[in-house]
């Protein structure tokens, strides 16, 4: 079998058989033998998990939050946690100035930090990084993917290893917006024969950072392991779980391309499909792209009740003219969101749903850091999960749910005139 990219130099670990350690949603980071104490939504090894705008009605008390989970990760860190992250913007006082106090006092008691970032971003927001790279046992690199014989794009995804073994991603950055002003959906995940595929990503772009030149790390052949990786969880659900990234060719499999993942869910749909994302465009620049639109309009010509819910970024007269033609599909409809500004001001970058995921049918879906775009899956590091389980499609459908119910949601019409909100400074 040949392994897709050039960069392939890691031993791939997948199909260790080792078991997953469980962390009790209550506990400092003490391993426990069993799933969480308290309600979590989904299971030990498999945890939904958002953040929510203060001061608005969206967020969940079942589902943990980012400002939450991250921590208790980090403190039960052993060994080493490696870090990729867009970017990195903290402010004093703020939930994230609590994360990085953790990554500094897991540096003090011996863990291996490893912080990657994206270099074109460093000089905007220089001073966390800089702060890290400081400290005992904690190094920072930045990934530069349009050096030469490279995709092209940046470091989009957004995730982070504990110990080989425990790994959250999802559409949170890591932002003090995030975990205060920016409505997220991620996903902590036990296990390391899951976790190997993010840490064999990892591993190559750490070695490609080193390379800032450019260049490729040379490939080298290695056994694959078996997906779906099953988990059964309780009587009845049987969790099945898919990593996936992007961009296609710098990826350890082919089948864990992001694209094809939600290209099969959408054609696997068989009644309904419900999307959230940042932002939705079927164009690249002035090439159609076609895959993700296709399936959606193949989705919705089968009869599947197709649902778009979106950011009111996508407002901007580049993208809203696509939203309008989906919404005239028959069994399509398409949102958007409006999030209300805070009471103590304006904020740059923030006050607006981020979250990227896909549910099919109740029980089918896919979470991850990609907006649907062509970039996020031919250029542009990404990763995600794609997943087969009733309890955690359950979670999600609610989400969705009171999202497009909510009353910051309302339809796109065709004949509306659009005018973009206030984004940035």
């Not at 001073?127 to 030469?148: C, M, S």
């Not at 470091?155 to 999802?170: M, P």
């Not at 959408?266 to 465009?281: F, H, N, S």
């Not at 991850?368 to 775009?373: A, K, M, P, R, V």
């Amino acid at each position: 079998m040949v392994l897709a990219g050039p960069w392939l130099a890691i031993a791939f670990l997948c199909g260790c058989g080792a078991a997953p350690r469980a962390f009790a949603a209550g506990s400092a980071g003490a391993p426990a033998a069993s799933t969480p104490a308290i309600p979590i939504a989904g299971y030990g090894d498999c945890e939904i998990v958002e953040s929510a705008p203060v001061e608005t009605s969206l967020d969940h008390p079942e589902i943990r939050n980012a400002a939450e989970v991250w921590p208790q990760m980090i403190r039960a860190a052993e060994r080493s946690l490696d870090f990729a992250e867009f970017y990195v913007s903290t402010q004093a006082g703020s939930r994230l100035e609590t994360v990085i106090a953790e990554i500094e006092k897991a540096a003090k008691r011996g863990v291996r930090v490893r912080f990657l970032g994206e270099k074109a971003f460093y000089k905007t927001y220089p001073e966390t990084y800089d702060r890290l790279a400081k400290r005992k046992n904690i190094d920072v690199r930045f990934l530069n993917l349009k050096a030469p014989g490279r995709p092209g794009g940046v470091l989009h995804a957004k995730y982070f290893i504990a110990d080989g073994e425990q790994v959250f991603l999802g559409s949170q950055n890591f932002d003090w917006r995030a975990l205060d002003h920016i409505q997220e959906l991620g996903v902590r995940l036990s296990g390391e024969d899951l976790a190997s595929y993010y840490q064999e990503v990892f591993e190559a772009d750490w070695a490609l950072a080193a390379l800032d030149s450019g260049g490729a790390v040379p490939s080298a052949p290695r056994p694959q392991g078996a997906l779906p990786i099953v988990r059964v969880e309780s009587p009845g659900d049987t969790l099945r779980l898919w990593p996936t990234m992007s961009p296609v060719g710098w990826i350890p499999c082919e089948e864990c391309w992001d694209e094809t993942h939600l290209v099969r869910l959408l054609d696997g749909a068989r009644t309904d499909a419900m999307v959230q994302l940042l932002t939705y465009r079927p164009v690249s620049g002035r090439e159609y792209y076609a895959a993700i639109e296709t399936a959606l309009r193949r989705a919705a010509a089968r009869g599947v009740h197709v649902r778009l819910l979106l950011s009111d970024w996508c407002k901007r007269p580049n993208v809203i003219p696509y939203l309008k033609s989906l919404s005239l599909v028959p069994n399509i409809e398409v949102r958007l969101v409006t999030i209300p500004q805070w009471s103590g001001g304006f904020i740059p970058y923030a006050r607006v749903i981020h979250a990227k995921y896909l549910v099919v049918d109740g029980r089918r879906a896919w979470i991850g850091t990609s907006n649907w775009e062509r970039d996020y899956f031919h250029n542009t590091r990404n990763v995600g999960l794609a997943l087969e389980s009733d309890r955690i499609g359950s979670h999600l459908t609610r989400f969705f749910e009171s999202n497009w119910e909510s009353e910051y949601a309302y339809p796109v019409r065709p004949e509306e005139a659009y005018s973009p909100p206030r984004i940035g400074e």
